[in-house]
């Protein structure tokens, strides 16, 4: 994933430094049920926004969990993170059984020309963990789509606090991410003793970024855990 510092996300360099590879990977593997249906939820809604022959951009792909998905039905898939260790498990678990590509790149600075893809997608709340703004984040994701295409971004449920807050209790009793600062977590808000602090976009702070930079996008509740923009670029 890609990270910045600004307060929104982990500090800099946090996943790649703690967070990533076979780390990451436990993560997911220690999921509670309710927390599974969602990943598996949000996949399920990106995989019905893809055609058969469409060229799909993830943006924050980690080990290529998602990716492997997208790429059953997509013709190609290109995953994109800052983190190298996450990136060589993602390659090494892919191997050449679909047509991914894993890439080292900041999703706030994309090194792929305008309309490059038919599907952007960034989902599991990059848009926020990511620790950059926003609209720099959404409008370089719009920049690379394609005219017809689409650019998606997911962001947490007020509904789903309680899993959500579960799954983290679970990653630091594993000692994946550090002791969850119980003063400070609260309100969508979940903050680690070790600077890992999490936050989320709702519905209107989507709308407020389209507003800005001039998109429309509409704005859809998913499995009553995520909360998904839509942008149709025209």
Known sequence: M????DGAGAPAGYYARGLSGVRLRRCYEI???????????????????????????????GYGRVARELARVARRVVGIDT??????LAREMTGQEVSCEFVGMDAADLRFEDGSFDVVACIQNGVSAFGVEPCELVREAVRVTR??????????????WGPRLEWFERQAECGLVGE??????????IVCRDGFRATTLGAGEFEAVAKT???EASVTEVDGSSVFCEIRVR
């Open 2 to 5: 890609s990270v910045g510092s």
């Open 31 to 61: 999921a509670p049920p309710r927390v599974r249906q969602y990943l598996d939820a949000e996949i399920a809604f990106v995989l019905s926004r893809i055609a058969p022959g469409d060229e799909v951009l993830e943006l924050g792909c």
């Open 83 to 88: 983190s190298e260790e996450s990136l060589a």
């Open 147 to 160: 005219d017809g295409g689409r650019a998606l971004f997911s962001s947490y449920s007020p509904g789903f």
């Open 180 to 189: 969850i600062d119980r003063a400070r977590t609260g309100n969508g808000i």
């Open 213 to 215: 930079l001039g998109v």
